[in-house]
T-cell receptor, first 113, second 119 residues
Framework: KQEVTQIPAALSVPEGENLVLNCSFT??????LQWFRQDPGKGLTSLLL?????REQTSGRLNASLDKSSGRSTLYIAASQPGDSATYLC????????????FGTGTRLTVIP | DTAVSQTPKYLVTQMGNDKSIKCEQN?????MYWYKQDSKKFLKIMFS???????INETVPNRFSPKSPDKAHLNLHINSLELGDSAVYFC??????????????????FGAGSRLTVL
């Protein structure tokens, strides 16, 4: 059974710092991995999606990497801003079958002005 | 325009009651989902419908009954509510969830969530 873990559970950084969020999964037979952002009252926003054949994806100040063999993904946020404060979730989609995402418990990020 | 909208946003009710949460998407997606987020922020899939047909039904009590009148709507009805049903329920949609397609088909769009509190 697929288990997704995110460390740390919470992280506080001063504005302007670069930071890395970690995600690990137990079953490497995944189709893709997504990083989401969750804001209170605003639901989930998809940030980046990495296919299993890819190593990384970039969008603006965000860079997500994937090492499928070791069951790890990282989300790198450059030059953090207070507006980046949110909970970040990673989710993996299993091979075959329907679109079933397994979510981690998230990392709560606070960027201090 | 909101892409995936859920109503109500907040719902407080007594144990034993029956309640519904509605979800609508205006993205033209074929697949819709219901996820439950518990107090530990862990998201678990409950149901998935593709073109009004049930394709995922995880281990969920049969007190939970999804209904999809058309592919733009997936409503969640809950009978005989229990304290443990208190959670935030998220609706989501994707272009197609039934087959392995290109990257664009796998991106889920989520609603804002519906916080259910059972007293």
């Amino acid at each position: 059974k697929q288990e997704v873990t995110q460390i740390p559970a919470a992280l506080s950084v001063p504005e302007g710092e670069n930071l890395v969020l970690n995600c690990s999964f137990t079953d490497s037979a995944i189709y893709n991995l997504q990083w989401f952002r969750q804001d209170p009252g605003k639901g989930l926003t998809s940030l980046l999606l990495i296919q299993s054949s890819q190593r990384e994806q970039t969008s603006g100040r965000l860079n997500a990497s994937l090492d499928k063999s070791s069951g790890r993904s990282t989300l790198y946020i450059a030059a953090s801003q207070p507006g980046d404060s949110a909970t970040y979730l990673c989710a993996v989609r299993r091979m075959g079958g329907a679109n079933n995402l397994f979510f981690g418990t998230g990392t709560r990020l606070t960027v201090i002005p | 325009d909101t892409a995936v909208s859920q109503t109500p946003k907040y719902l407080v009710t007594q144990m034993g009651n029956d309640k519904s949460i509605k979800c609508e998407q205006n993205l033209g997606h074929d697949t819709m989902y219901w996820y439950k987020q518990d107090s530990k922020k862990f998201l678990k899939i409950m149901f998935s419908y593709n073109n009004k047909e049930l394709i995922i039904n995880e281990t969920v009590p049969n007190r939970f009954s999804p209904k999809s009148p058309d592919k733009a709507h997936l409503n969640l009805h809950i009978n005989s509510l229990e304290l443990g049903d208190s959670a935030v329920y998220f609706c989501a949609s994707s272009p197609n969830g039934g087959a392995i397609l290109g990257s664009g088909a796998n991106v889920l769009t989520f609603g804002a969530g519906s916080r259910l509190t059972v007293l």
